[in-house]
């Protein structure tokens, strides 16, 4: 991946992640991250947050609303509070955010340049460049309100930004990775992906050249003042159509375009993902999973949904076609697909921070076995068997106050189970 790296159209969505959701998330989403490096490396991990696929799904598997612009600022978020204390370790460091938390992104950094070696003021340019490119250069009709800028000890970043579309209830999202990034004002993007917005201010493309440079002479000799006096006498006269060279071709970058409706149906899962990892995790949890089913309360539930993480850490970037999936591990803060299973979610957690713990200390047998998981559910997939979305979220509905099942409503109370057949309810 070269350049802006993907981008991704989201339903706009407000309110808040609950504290008991967000410091899960800030666990889970820390032992995902440091699964990723010590298996794959650092570039990896940056690779992974730059491509929009795996963002979305890493989010969804966290618990988050599976299909919404919350998504992007609860995972930057969670990365910075969690990554934080292993900074030193991972030689990992996360910036920003939304609001007022982008704005102090130039000083992070000069502040981590200045702890590990790193020239803080190039990175930090590089923070204003990535935002005005996005921002001014390319108008597009989405307000940026979030950046989030993760930078590794060798002076690698990745950049992941959000505009937001009030008018038309959407959020676009922009990623960026430094890597094999030679210009950030001529074709920085290998395509800028989205719904048609009609023609749109792209001062980046090479083509914009001299429309570059007529603006600067134009500031020069006319002067703001003078510039302005112009503006007043071409005032209501129809602008002429700009002539390009050449038609705007664009690249196959990954865009990720989330629906509109909250709820997971049948056509935004790949039934036959979820059914090879339901029967790895079926097959494998008992046999294979020995130390990591020493966690008390770990059971077949929570097998299922470690196959899901197993994914996310291994998975090549094809696998994540469908976020929606990965929202079955854990469900949903607002009860889409389910209401998220406490118990189940924090024996994920204990399980993972078991493995990366020994994985520290040179013990890698239980990374190894859930790499093994993942490995197993792609093995599978092609003949397994399994329920239908519909049949397995009902089934997640069914038991989720036995799974500890909480959202932004409270507690999932007991289900109540259906009138036996020829009895009368009660009124």
Request: aromatic share 6%; hydrophobic share 40%; net charge positive.
């Amino acid at each position: 991946m070269t350049r802006r790296s993907g981008s991704a159209d989201l339903p706009l969505h407000g309110g808040r992640v609950p504290r008991w959701l967000a410091d899960r998330m800030t666990r889970l989403g820390a032992l995902i991250a440091e699964a990723v490096v010590r298996e794959y490396g650092r570039d990896e991990f940056l690779r992974r947050l730059a491509h929009p696929f795996w963002f979305q799904s890493f989010g969804a598997v966290m618990g988050m609303d599976w299909h919404s612009s919350g998504i992007t600022t609860s995972v930057i978020g969670a990365l910075k509070r969690g990554l934080a204390p292993l900074s030193g370790e991972l030689g990992i460091h996360v910036c920003g955010g939304r609001g007022r938390h982008s704005r102090a992104t130039p000083g992070e950094l000069l502040a981590i340049g200045e702890k590990v070696g790193l020239d803080g003021g190039a990175l930090a340019s590089a923070s204003r460049l990535v935002a005005k490119v996005d921002s001014a250069a390319v108008q597009d009709g989405f307000d940026l309100y979030l950046h989030g800028f993760i930078v590794a000890d060798d002076g690698r970043w990745v950049v992941v930004q959000q505009g937001m579309n009030g008018e038309r209830r959407q959020a676009r999202r922009y990623h960026w990775l430094s890597e094999n990034l030679k210009s950030f004002v001529d074709d920085p993007h290998a395509a800028v992906d989205g719904p048609g917005q009609g023609r749109i201010v792209n001062l980046a493309d090479r083509r914009a050249q001299a429309s570059r440079a007529a603006q600067l002479e134009l500031l020069q000799t006319l002067g703001p003042d003078g510039i302005a006096r112009e503006l007043v006498h071409i005032e209501g006269k129809p602008a002429p159509a700009p002539q390009l060279d050449a038609p705007l071709q664009l690249g196959l970058l990954p865009h990720l375009s989330m629906p509109d409706h909250h709820d997971v149906r049948a056509s935004d899962v790949v039934a036959r993902r979820l059914h090879g990892a339901l029967a790895a995790a079926a097959e494998n949890g008992p046999r294979d999973f020995t130390e990591l089913l020493q966690v008390p309360g770990v059971g077949a539930r929570t097998v299922r949904a470690l196959a899901m993480v197993a994914e996310v850490v291994h998975g090549a970037p094809c696998r994540f076609s469908d976020p929606a999936r990965y929202s079955l591990a854990h469900g949903g803060k607002d009860r889409h697909p389910f209401p998220v299973p406490t118990r189940v979610y924090d024996h994920t957690i204990g399980v993972l921070k078991s493995a990366v713990e020994n994985a520290r200390l040179g013990r890698d047998e239980q990374l190894a076995a859930l790499k093994r998981l993942d490995a197993q559910a792609r093995r599978l997939e092609a003949h397994a068997r399994g329920p239908t979305v519909e049949q397995y979220l009902a089934e997640e509905r069914q038991r989720s106050h036995e799974y500890g099942g909480r959202s932004v409503f409270g507690w999932e109370p007991p289900a109540v189970a259906p009138p036996a057949r020829g009895s009368k309810a009660n009124s």
